[in-house]
């Protein structure tokens, strides 16, 4: 009997404290009619979309090699699609959805996951020797 009593108790005070507001919550006293009427902090980003930089490094060839280079999001979204000579190296401008973390590079056969850090996608066609 004792333990119900606790279990009951405990019970009742989860529910009577989760439901009560923030000391920092601020709820308007009548509901918005329009988005006009919404307020927001003074920080807070309207943006839907981050602007991301590509950066290839190209890889010299003996015969001149171009291609169509694709850049999709993890789930298939095209961000970027250009006509690129692998002998150049290339700087480009695109936007995904914001918070993607990851996108993928298309060019001919060869496709690889990047990640996006600090708003910048970086690759380098030249080999790695291990």
Sequence with gaps: MKVCSVLVIASILFLVTSCRKSPGDVYPDTP???????????DFSWQTADQITLQLEGLSTPLPYQSTLTVETLDGVVC????????????????VPAKTSQVTIKYGNFIKTIPITDNLVFHSFIPVEE
């Design 32 to 42: 918005a009619e329009s988005t006009n009427d919404l307020v927001v902090t003074q």
């Design 80 to 95: 970027l699609q250009v006509n690129y000579k692998l002998a150049d190296n290339l700087t480009a401008m695109f936007s």
